[in-house]
């Protein structure tokens, strides 16, 4: 294209191919290009600067004192290479081009505002004279402040923005110096030195500084302060000389506040530590006040009231200690630590151990540790404690009266077997399984008995054991050191051995066992199950009887028929308490139910051998009791059968079942049983068979019902569906023709509501010039009686102020004239008339002319008021 048409303020650089110079060409105008010239760039629009804004130009073209840029000899625009130029708003307030060898580095930017209280940190490329004028080197470094708004320069780089710092009453800038420097007052500072700046407001960190941190201003209290250390010699604000590593508190004492300084370094805010009126603590390492250095391995005690700092390096022994309130039944037990002399003038050796009695309140000294506390044990006198003495190692008991350990004592636990400690607490630690045990019953179970097959059972029923011991007293855990006590029931007996004297000793119930330290009681095993099984139940006490037991025996009569049996045998013991071997002897059979019940086993297995099953069958309650008791010289049943070496007597059997134990026997039984099932069985087939057939005709029945009405709603629905086809042609074309006159009569609606709208918009102009006149004179009448209104308050306004002066005024007369005057001038006029009756010896007088009525009876009280007046005068 040869012809270019160039808009104002645009243009077009083109190069003469002969010469190879290019030059501008800027519109508005249209150029012709010619043969031997080239459009390099263009059409482009001018560079326009708005108001406060500005861009870089590289390569920038030289330009004269008129300000047009310099062309050399060739023609050629004359640039700086490799130099930069600022454009300013301000300088190129017209649009400009770009001359050949230009360069847009930065586009048109706004400039930056600098706020107040902030600055930009700006380095000098090359030497050059900044705004105030003065010269900074290459390299060098300042500050310009605002607010202003900042003129970039070719030579100075900006670094960064820096913002002043905002220093409240209660806080202070820590600085340090990059570089050596001299404040405008005269401080020189050094690189890497530190100072705090404390006075309040902006504060703008200079170039040569940096911000370390921002303190807080430490407010002190009674209960607080602050554990400082010194990290340099130096002396602190206080006037006192700190070296390094030092160590000291700063409290209300010293200053309200405190801000710490440059070498002083918080190790901890630190809390008072308040102690009341019974509260103590013991200071390890206190610090001496004359020297104010730690006493190492020292301790002091504090009692309160009293509020106090730790110093540095002291701490507490135990925290803060609540003293020993003892009442007259409370003592403690002290040992001494170091050698010391007691509050009491007594001089104490390390390892001694002494009592402190009360009532008082005790702080234990700091040479001596409370050991123990003792407190008055009260006991009935069916209690007691098992008491040790350290120095001899003698154990006693301590019964029936409240007792004091003493220094050299202590309680003594009193270890019992562990089958012997269950059997107290009421416990049953050796079954594997829980078991219901009968009322009142306190008997173990061993491991063994319970893991044998069918013995759990038989365990169930105690009553055939014979041994339902002591009571259940609960699940209470025992405490070792109070005397064993153990309550014997009503007719029961325990035996009691004592260790130490190789004796033993038999009592009988009811009574409450107290052991002494080298006593036991004695723990005997019995059988229990059915059959009988050894060691199966452990009890500490035995019941005297009447009692049962049951057992189960397999006996074989002499025709080979083997029975098993289960007999129920009555039992009691007979002792004469009066004489000590008798009573002895109860216990002389450890297992006095499994002796018994294989000794009558073997009676009632070898009589039942030597007769046969019909025999037996139809005599067998006297053969068992014979076997059991025996028989007389009569031939006859004994009553009773007595063990003699425990005095057990036996007085009653009971056959409660007897099965019969031969395979044979039973698979008989079986068979009969199987055939009664098989009959039952096949009757219940047959009728359930009929019972079937029955419900499968009516299931077939009711289906074939069910197929011919399902036929007849088929039929209907069709007939339902052609009417219903129809009736949807039906409305089809009906539809059609109402659609058509809905939509002329929808035209014709349209255009009846655009008249009643556009009526409408007349009424509502007329609405509103009406509403606006009835604004108009209801402000005219508001403004109106606004008026009236601050008329009618000038007036009360007015009478108000003038009632007020009034007031005023009837109170300064009646100020001025005093009350004492008003009394005297009111009563002037009464005094005087009754003066005058008086002088005229009068009474009273009432003068009337006759024709005004007069009230007697308040003329008679007035007479009469007036007459005391009189006399009371006269008086």
């Not at 007036?795 to 004239?817: N, S, V």
Request: proline share 5%; charged share 25%.
């Amino acid at each position: 294209m040869s012809l270019i048409r160039i808009r104002p303020y645009s243009y077009v650089t083109v190069e003469d191919n002969n010469t190879n110079v290019q030059r501008l060409v800027v519109g508005p105008a249209t150029f012709t290009k010619k043969a031997h010239e080239t459009v390099v760039d263009g059409p482009l629009a001018m560079i326009v600067l708005p108001p406060a804004s500005y861009c870089v130009v590289a390569n920038p073209v030289e330009r004269d004192d008129a300000g047009q840029p310099v062309i050399d000899e060739h023609g050629v625009y004359v640039c700086v290479w490799g130099d930069e130029e600022v454009r300013l708003a301000a300088d190129f307030p017209d649009p400009f081009p770009l001359y050949p060898g230009e360069a847009l580095v930065l586009g048109v930017t706004p400039l930056r505002v600098i706020e107040d209280g902030a600055a930009l940190r700006v380095r000098a490329e090359r030497e050059v004279k900044d705004e105030g004028g003065v010269t900074r080197a290459a390299g060098e470094q300042w500050l310009v402040k605002g607010p202003r708004t900042y003129l970039p320069s070719r030579v100075v780089t900006v670094l960064e923005e820096v913002h002043s710092v905002v220093v409240l009453e209660t806080q202070a800038l820590r600085l340090r110096a990059t570089e050596d420097f001299t404040e405008p007052d005269g401080t020189a500072r050094l690189a890497g030195s530190e100072w705090i700046v404390r006075q309040p407001g902006r504060y703008l960190c200079r170039v040569t500084e940096e911000l370390v941190e921002v303190q807080e201003l430490h407010v002190l209290t009674e209960t607080t302060g602050l554990h400082l250390r010194a990290t340099q010699a130096f002396t602190d604000v206080y006037g006192i000389e700190r070296k390094v590593g030092d160590e000291w508190l700063v409290t209300l004492a010293e200053a309200p506040t405190h801000m710490l300084g440059v070498f002083e370094q918080l190790v901890t805010p630190v809390t008072a530590i308040s102690l009341s009126n019974t509260d103590y603590c013991v200071i390890v390492d206190p610090v001496d006040a004359s020297t104010g250095k730690n006493v190492l391995g020292t301790k002091t005690m504090v009692r309160g009231p009293k509020t106090f700092f730790l110093q540095p390096g002291e701490r507490l022994l135990a925290g803060k200690q609540t003293a020993h309130l003892l009442s007259k039944q409370d003592a403690l037990v002290l040992r001494c630590v170091e050698a010391y002399v007691d509050d009491e003038g007594v001089a104490r050796e390390p390892g001694e151990r002494w009592m402190v009695f009360g009532p008082r309140d005790y702080y234990p000294a700091p040479q001596c540790s409370v050991a123990a506390q003792r407190w008055l044990i009260p006991l009935d006198k069916n209690e007691g404690v098992y008491v040790r003495n350290m120095t001899t190692g003698k154990v006693r008991a301590e019964i029936g009266a409240s007792y004091m350990l003493q220094a050299d004592e202590e309680l003594w636990e009193k270890e019992l077997p562990a089958d012997m400690e269950a059997l107290i607490n009421g416990e049953t630690p050796f079954t594997d399984t829980p078991v219901e045990l009968a009322a009142g019953s306190n008997v173990l179970f061993s491991s063994s008995a319970s893991r044998t097959p069918g013995l759990q059972s038989t365990i169930l029923n105690l009553a055939s054991t014979g041994s339902r011991a002591a009571g259940l007293t609960g699940m209470q855990r025992r405490e070792k050191w109070r005397v064993v006590t153990y309550r014997v029931p009503h007719n029961a007996a325990v035996q009691i051995f004592d260790y130490k004297t190789k004796d033993a000793r038999v009592v009988f119930g009811p009574e409450l066992v107290l052991l002494q330290p080298n006593e036991h009681l004695t723990v005997f095993s019995l059988s229990g199950g059915r059959p009988k099984q050894s060691n199966a139940i452990k009890s500490l006490l035995l019941y005297l009887g009447p009692d049962f037991m049951i057992d189960v025996i397999v006996v074989e009569t002499s025709d080979h028929a083997r029975l098993s049996l289960q007999l129920g045998y009555n039992w009691e013991f007979r002792v004469d308490r009066s004489t000590e071997d008798s009573t002895r002897k109860i216990f002389s059979v450890a297992d006095f139910v499994g002796d018994a019940c294989k000794a009558l086993g073997s009676s009632i297995r070898g009589t039942v051998a030597s007769i046969p099953f019909q025999e037996f069958h139809a005599n067998s309650a006297r053969i068992i009791r014979a076997a059991v008791f025996g028989l007389d010289d009569n031939g006859s049943v004994c009553d009773e059968r007595v063990f003699p070496a425990n005095g057990l007597v036996i007085t009653n059997v009971d056959i409660q079942n007897v099965d019969p134990v031969d395979q044979r026997t039973r698979d008989s039984l079986q068979k009969s049983v199987s055939l009664a099932i098989e009959i039952t069985t096949d009757a219940l087939e047959a009728r359930a068979r009929n019972v079937a057939k029955r419900e499968e005709q009516d299931a077939l029945g009711e289906l074939e019902q069910l197929r011919i009405r399902d036929s007849c709603l088929s039929e209907a629905a069709k007939i339902e569906l052609l009417r219903l086809q129809a009736e949807c042609e039906s409305i089809k074309t009906t539809g059609k023709a109402k659609a058509e006159a809905k939509a002329q009569a929808t035209t014709t609606v349209i255009e009846c509501e655009a008249s009643v709208e556009q009526a409408q918009l007349r009424a509502d102009a007329a609405d509103v010039e009406a509403a606006f006149e009835l604004k108009r004179l209801q402000a005219h009448y508001a403004a109106e009686l606004t008026h009236v209104a601050a008329l009618n308050k000038l007036e009360l306004d007015k009478k108000a102020q003038l009632t007020e002066i009034e007031t005023g005024k009837f109170k300064a007369m009646i100020e001025a004239i005093t009350p004492e005057v008003i009394k005297d001038i009111a009563k002037a006029g009464p005094e005087m008339q009754a003066k005058l009756l008086g002088s005229l010896g009068l009474s009273s007088v009432l003068l009337t002319d006759g024709n005004s009525p007069v009230n007697l009876f308040n003329t008679a009280n007035g007479l009469v008021g007036s007459a005391l007046a009189v006399s009371e005068q006269g008086q």
